[in-house]
């Protein structure tokens, strides 16, 4: 019954403000502070939520996880070794590749890539880049036939499409890395990787056969690259599976070429928390400061209360409620609703500014999306709307102890 008769009186209190108070200003800027800030919080929180959900699933699912290098031997027996890695506990496939540099050129357009030599049918163990190529299937990029798959960036630059032939220049080199000869070889674009970033500007694949033959190297390769259950855990695995090859060897994960992607993604997601306490911190600053004047404001009414017989707890509990309603509920419930709009139409609201403002904010050139993503999660924004409890709890408990102390007569005497 208390309880009860707390919360009526506390809904009056917020909504049955007196005509011209400085308390109803000061409390529509404390709700209008708290929805801001809630729904900025959402908004944000889901935006980052959006570049880890992309770069799991457009980085860490074409990358190799791990890459196992010779450093003073060939890997000529490569084929029985990807046997002996892949036993690892923890690793769930190992594809050959062959690396090196070169140039591509059309007309007299000519650009520098990286080539790639991949096995079509290995790769696609451990590499999603076949859902990413445009033009021929993954199944008929074979070796013998001349063909070459390459980024939708080189073609923008080269001006090419699927079906033409372009110019591939490479130097190769023998085994003891003096310079040889440049070779150059034609070659037919046949499909395009619709990806952004480094793998859509500067990267080419081509069949592994094709790319021995073209480098002179016989049944050697570059390296071996594996995919592992859990990327996090690439590091020790990648250097556990350089140790079962039993040949001296150098190892890298993806953490040393895209690690800083997700420290920086985790960095900001941190300090997102620490402002979010602060930034709510200041509108509950607001809050405390319109509970005090609403004391003052009211104290007519407390002293009336206190006479009818109105415990301390009762007195307390109705600016508990007038506090909670004020930030935590009212506020944070429109905060919350305007944020989760915004992060459904996120995509929409974005491709508009950049045509009414003519800039493009994320060049496909440097970021591995041209896109704002987010990603809405409903853990944040139970983290979000609980926060806004405590704290609106937090801001009302010293002006609900104040009230308590307010004498009856002297405000009564006084009116």
């Known amino acids: 019954m208390k309880r009860s008769l707390a919360l009526f009186l506390g809904l009056r209190f917020s ?24 729904s900025v919080l959402i908004i944000s929180f889901s935006v980052i939520n959006g570049f880890e959900y992309e770069l799991n699933q457009r980085v860490l699912s074409v990358v190799p996880h791990g890459e196992i290098e010779p450093v003073s031997q060939i890997f000529s027996t490569w084929r029985s070794l990807l046997n002996v890695v892949e036993t690892v506990p923890g690793i769930k496939a190992a594809a050959p590749y062959i690396h090196f540099s070169g ?16 096995d079509a049918q290995l790769e696609s163990r451990i590499s999603s880049i076949p859902f990413y190529v445009q033009g021929v299937s993954w199944q008929n990029f074979i070796s013998g036939q001349k063909k070459i798959l390459i980024g939708k960036g080189i073609a923008h630059s080269l001006n090419v ?19 040889l ?16 970033g480094v793998h859509g500007n500067n990267l080419v694949y081509m069949p592994l056969i094709d790319a021995q033959n073209l480098l002179g190297m016989g049944e050697n390769i570059t390296g071996i690259a594996i995919k ?12 556990l599976a350089g140790e079962a090859t039993g040949l001296y060897v150098g190892v890298r994960s993806w953490i040393n070429s895209y690690g800083y992607m997700y420290h920086d993604i985790q960095m900001i997601r941190g300090l997102l928390y620490l402002a979010m306490v602060l930034v709510m911190g200041i509108v509950y600053f607001n809050i405390m400061s319109t509970l005090v004047i609403a004391i003052k404001d009211r104290g007519a009414d407390i002293a009336i209360l206190r006479t009818l017989g109105a415990k301390d707890e009762l007195i307390c509990s109705i600016f508990l409620w007038y506090g909670l309603l004020l930030g935590g509920v009212v506020g944070s419930t429109i905060g919350v609703l305007i944020g989760i709009v915004v992060v459904v139409n996120l995509e929409s609201i974005f491709f508009c500014l950049e045509k009414i403002t003519g800039y493009h904010m994320l060049s496909d ?43 009856p007569a002297r405000v009564l005497f006084k009116k």
């Not at 859990?230 to 990648?238: I, R, S, T, Y």
């Open 103 to 118: 140039l591509v050129q059309t007309g007299k357009r000519v650009l520098a890539v990286r080539i790639k030599g991949i």
């Open 161 to 179: 499409k699927v079906g033409d032939w372009i110019s591939l220049i490479v130097t190769t080199k023998n085994y003891e890395n003096n310079i």
């Open 228 to 239: 592992v259950d859990n990327p996090f855990h690439a590091e020790k695995l990648v250097h």
């Open 15 to 38: 909504h049955a403000r007196r005509r011209g108070s400085i308390v109803s200003l000061i409390g529509m800027v404390s709700i209008l502070g708290m929805v801001l800030s809630t």
């Open 181 to 196: 000869k440049n070779k150059k070889v034609l070659l037919q674009v046949v499909g395009l990787i619709n990806l952004n």
């Open 365 to 407: 050139e440097v970021y591995f999306i041209d896109f704002i993503p987010s990603k809405l999660y409903w853990f944040d924004i139970i983290i979000i709307l609980f926060t806004a409890l405590v704290l609106s709890l937090v801001a009302s408990w010293y002006p609900a102890r104040k009230a308590i102390g307010l004498c």
